[in-house]
């Protein structure tokens, strides 16, 4: 779980600003909405729902959250840079950008993070934090010429390959954890790095608007409680759609190198493991998955939604001929399925896109009510105004982006404001209360220009 995250210079964000999910102890009720930070008498919150006007900067909270996940985990190339987008309306160019999150991973908070300018991760660091205690795992110093520092008693848990590593340094555009991750084998990390790895990568999941779940149809193949859930979540959400179907058709080598290029398949027929499989997206709701044994086979599947509007009648439709809304929704089902059934963090930037105001608030509310008391975590920016009721939400658990005179973002939580537990939230903040909102000019004299016009 995210316990908080800081970010400066870097797009709409100029100083530095923390968004914390530590739970204000000023507040009572939903008590059931935290759970135990290790080693402290502090509690997490396990959701934060993030307001702002067009512009304010939500998205970007969830580009930095993403920009730190690749820079932890992916390498790059040698003259790449480190691809950080600074904020543009000052003269930060020269300033570093800072990026630091405590997670717990477990039954261990850690706090990782580094600071970088345009060509080198200039400091990085590992900790372990245990009550008022931090434990380094690893601290890194690159110069700007380029020298590599590394140092870090928690390393030689790690092991000889990682301690070596760690007198190398590794590129200095490149973060040592993706260092790691690139050169040696996932045997060779260690268990606390392993357990970091994990949670990194598997746990802490980033939906866009425009996301869809990768592998949906082979899920939905492989796994009849997703396929049956999914089914449910759909029909009982009112979008027509009576149950999910998954046509599975063998494919000749030329059928499949018919839709995909050449290339990609001589790829896919080296790369992939000897009784392995791998999946690729063809479009909105098709996939071809390769399961390669003494006999390679190549299938292709496609997702129906099969409705029953009369009984005993189904007429069966492409998922891509369903609503923008309901292949949204599908698409955010896995994430729910997840933390009910293994947990893990899911951010999920504009999470009403398409999407009915009823079926936001059911899809929070069923979050809330099947995660009760876990480690399983959903972070959202939204604009839709029917979540804010203090029934649903704590008042540490609202939060608000807004940018300053110099166009620079600014993040708030309505803890911070004094008001009563009977307040109208949703009235008070569309009449600017808590601002966050857009203060829009005389757009009406553009009625009155176009008509003298």
Not at 24 to 36: F, M, Y
Not at 324 to 340: E, M, N, S, V, Y
């Amino acid at each position: 779980m995210i316990v908080s995250f800081s970010v400066e210079n870097f797009r709409s964000f100029a100083g530095e600003e923390t968004f914390s999910l530590v739970a204000s102890n000023k507040i009572s009720g939903l008590e059931d909405h935290t759970v135990a930070i290790p080693g402290s008498s502090e509690r997490v919150l396990r959701t934060a729902v993030l307001y702002g006007a067009n512009g304010a900067g939500k998205s970007n909270l969830y580009r930095a959250i993403e920009y730190f996940k690749n820079m932890a985990l992916l390498s790059r190339s040698k003259n790449s840079g480190t691809g950080r987008e600074v904020f543009r309306f000052s003269e930060f160019e020269n300033k570093l950008s800072s990026f630091d999150m405590q997670f717990i991973v477990g039954d261990k908070l850690y706090r990782y993070g580094f600071r970088t300018d345009d060509h080198r991760i200039a400091e990085e660091w590992l900790l372990h934090i245990n009550g008022t205690k931090e434990k380094v795992v690893f601290e890194r110093i690159t110069t700007v010429a380029g020298e590599v520092t590394i140092e870090g008693k928690g390393l030689k848990a790690a092991g000889k390959k990682i301690e070596a590593l760690a007198t190398i340094g590794g590129p200095p555009n490149q973060t040592f954890l993706a260092t790691i991750r690139a050169t040696l084998a996932a045997t060779d990390y260690g268990k606390e790095l392993s357990s970091i790895f994990k949670w990194v990568e598997d746990s802490l999941q980033m939906i866009s608007p425009q996301a869809n779940f990768v592998h949906l149809g082979h899920l939905l193949s492989q796994d009849k409680e997703f396929q049956k859930f999914a089914s449910e979540f759909l029909r009982m959400s009112s979008t027509g759609v009576n149950h999910l179907e998954v046509n599975k058709r063998l494919l000749s080598e030329d059928n499949l190198k018919s839709l995909l290029k050449e290339p990609l398949v001589a790829d896919i027929l080296n790369n992939v493991k000897e009784n392995g499989t791998a999946v690729f997206r063809l479009g909105d709701d098709a996939e071809v998955l390769v399961e390669k044994a003494e006999e390679n086979n190549f299938y292709l599947l496609t997702i129906h939604a099969a409705h029953e509007h009369i009984p005993g009648k189904k007429v069966s439709l492409q998922l891509a001929d369903e609503s923008d809304g309901t292949r949204r929704l599908l698409h955010l089902i896995p994430a729910l399925h997840q933390l009910r059934t293994n947990g893990g963090v899911y951010v999920v930037d504009e999470i009403d896109r398409s999407m009915h105001p009823m079926l936001t608030l059911k899809f929070l509310e069923f979050f809330l009510k099947s995660c009760v008391g876990c480690h399983r975590q959903l972070i959202i920016t939204t604009h839709e105004s029917n979540l804010l009721s203090l029934d649903l939400l704590r008042r540490d658990e609202i939060w608000f982006a807004e940018k300053d005179k110099q166009g620079a973002t600014r993040l708030y939580s309505l803890a911070d404001f004094k008001i009563r537990k009977d307040l109208e939230i949703r009235k008070h903040y569309l009449q600017g209360r808590f601002g966050a909102v857009p203060f829009l000019g005389n757009i009406d004299r553009l009625l009155e220009e176009d008509v003298t016009a």
